[in-house]
């Protein structure tokens, strides 16, 4: 079954998902679509769901900031620290062994 989302994204992480779906397209010689690469990464992050969540409570309770406009610098803190823990969760996570599906 698939399941359509929508999401809201910055410029640059825009721009980083279409570097990222652009390098594995070139990788694998296929025309991936952004779904594919975002249906990836998340088998990759169920992997790691439980060294993510330990660096996710370790940020503790936090307030999030508004969308509004002038509220930019605050966002761009809060999602800062939040991918901090998210990439040390995944970094903390065991490799991914190829018989894994």
């Known amino acids: 079954m698939m399941i359509k989302r929508e999401v809201v994204l910055t ?8 570097r990222l779906v652009d390098l594995y397209r070139r990788a694998t010689g296929t025309r991936l679509s952004t779904s594919h690469v975002v249906r990836i990464m998340l088998r990759g992050v169920a992997h790691c769901m439980d060294s993510v969540q330990r660096e996710a409570v370790r940020i503790g309770r936090r307030k999030l ?3 509004a406009p002038g509220h930019e610098a605050e966002r761009e ?8 823990a998210f990439v040390n969760g995944m970094r903390a996570a065991a490799s991914l ?3 894994e599906t």
Do not use: V
């Open 77 to 84: 803190r809060f999602e800062h620290r939040l991918a901090q």
């Open 97 to 99: 062994d190829a018989d």
């Open 11 to 18: 410029g640059s992480t825009d721009d980083t998902l279409t």
């Open 65 to 67: 900031p508004a969308n």
